[in-house]
């Protein structure tokens, strides 16, 4: 009796792990894209983003672009904010924002680590 108790105890544990285990790598890729795409901003040879945006966290940001706040909210459609950093000039065609993957400066992997991370702004 005690024996299948630990039985059932230790398959209810075994069943919990695979649970977890399922859900935590989806999650842990979405936060590793949001550190990933923080890095790049943050790296003066990368996005540079604080050089001309001013966001929570950013220490001394330039302000020739707008403040980046309320990201999420105000851009439900979130292939639009890739596009903003893909090419700036596609929304205004006189933007001093970079086009940082029409003109290979980022990868496409790192602009959409880059839109995870202004995601959570
Ligand atoms: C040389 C200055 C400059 C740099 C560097 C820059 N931006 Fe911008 N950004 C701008 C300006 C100016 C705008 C305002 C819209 C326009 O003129 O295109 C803008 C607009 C934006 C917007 C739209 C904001 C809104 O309120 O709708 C986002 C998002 C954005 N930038 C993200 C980034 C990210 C991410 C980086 C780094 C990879 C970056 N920017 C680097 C100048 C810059």
New binding site residues.
Partial sequence: MRKSARMIATASAVAVLLGTMTFIPTQSALADDVAD?KK??ENRK????????AYEGATMP?N??????A?KA??PDKQK?YD??WD??K??P?????P?GKHDA?SDKE?KA??E??YTL
């Fill in positions: 795409g790049i901003a990368k996005g540079n983003c604080f050089g001309c945006h330039g020739i672009g707008p403040p980046l706040v990201m105000r851009y904010l903003q950093i700036a000039s929304a205004n006189n933007s001093i924002m970079p940082f980022l602009i880059l839109t991370w202004v």
